[in-house]
C-alpha cells in the first residue's frame, strides 16, 4: 500500500509543478477580474487549493491552463455573486498592473517608458469600467491567449456569445480610451 501513496505523491507533486507554471497567467486573470491585488492573490490561492484537491479531476494531456482559469473564474463568479447579496462596496483604489510592464518596447527611451505606463493606466481603468460580462472574455482571449472555444468551456456559455461579448467589450474599450487616443494622435501629427 505505501508504494501506491508513494505513487500518487508523485502525481500530485508532478501536477503541482505544471500548476505553478500558469501561476503568473492566473493572477493577471485574477486581477483584472476582481480589480483589487489583495482580492486576486486570494483568488490565486485558492484556485491552487481546490485544483490540487481536485487534481483526479485533470485529464493528464489536456490543457492544464484553461483548466486553473475556469477554476479561477467559477471562484470569482460564486464569490461575486455571493457579495453582491451581501456587500455593497465602492471600487478599490487604483493599483497598477504589472501585466503590460513586462511587454517588449522597441526602442524604449524616457518618452516611451511614461507613455507606456500612460497607456497601462488608461487600459487598467478602461477594464474596471466595463461590465463584468464584456471584461471577462476580454482578458481570457486578448490578454490571456486562450481561443474562443477555451474562454467558451472557462465561462460556460457558447461561441457565439463569447464572439458577441468580445465585440462589444473591445467596441466599449475603444470608446472610453477614443478621448486618451484622440488626443495623442493629436499629439503626433503636431510633431
Known sequence: MSGQRKAEGAEREAFAREAMVHLDHLYRVGFHLAKHQDEAQELVQETLV???????????GTNMK???????????????????????????????SDYWKGLPVENPGPESHVLSRELNAQITDVLRRIPGEFRAPIVLVDMGDFTYEEAAEILSCPIGTIRSRLSRGRKLMQQYLRPYIGSEQERSKRK
Open 50 to 60: 481546490r485544483a490540487l484537491a481536485a487534481c483526479d479531476q485533470f485529464n493528464p
Open 66 to 96: 484553461a483548466w486553473l482559469t475556469k477554476i479561477l473564474y467559477n471562484l470569482f463568479f460564486d464569490r461575486y455573486h455571493q457579495r453582491k447579496r451581501w456587500i455593497s462596496t465602492d471600487d478599490p483604489a487604483y493599483e497598477e
